[in-house]
């Protein structure tokens, strides 16, 4: 909170922006969008061990008009397209996402036309967590991630999200290049 002044012991003088985006950043109420094995991944968030509670997101909403967090967790199907965009649609802003998973993020291993490349080809994605599947630890660090973002940290400002994005998209095509560049070494050292 922007401290501007403190007369007394028991008055802090700071804007009303402030106090809201901190009330918002400590009171998440998240609905998992869950459609594969990453699903698992994020249910053991929720354990003791993990303690999700701790950054005030505990609440799980199944209800998208009571939630503010969407979660997208796997694969999501050309068919499961408009079911996500009619959830995200209902939840009343401000509201944020977060991908969880290589599926969700970019495709992941299924570069087929039934699966969506990227859940941002939907959705506006706030945070994006790499991985298959991604430990629990990286989605308290992406859940820390979207509060800076929510509190309005600079550098992190809720509109990154595109550059966000390219930069994962950039990363992963890097991947892949190198990946198909290390295959057709090894097709050609076995066919010699």
Known sequence: MGLIGQPTD???????????????????????????????????????????GRFGAERQSFSPRQADLMIVIGTICLKARPVL?????QMPEPKWCISMGACASSGG????????QGVDEIIP???????????????IHALVLLQEQIQGKPGVAHERRMFIRREVQQGVN??????????????QGQST
């Open 125 to 139: 994605v706030d945070v994006f967590i790499p991985g298959c599947p991604p430990r629990p630890e990286m989605f």
């Open 10 to 52: 028991n008055v802090v003088l700071g804007k009303i922006n402030d106090l809201v985006a901190w009330g918002r950043k400590y009171s998440l109420w998240p609905t998992p969008f869950a459609t594969a094995c990453c699903g698992i991944e994020y249910m053991s968030v929720m354990t003791a061990r993990n303690d999700l």
């Open 109 to 116: 291993m299924f570069d087929v036309y039934s699966v969506c």
């Open 85 to 89: 965009l009619k959830i995200w649609e």
């Open 174 to 187: 890097s991947e892949f290049q190198a990946r198909q560049a290390e295959e057709l070494v090894r097709r």
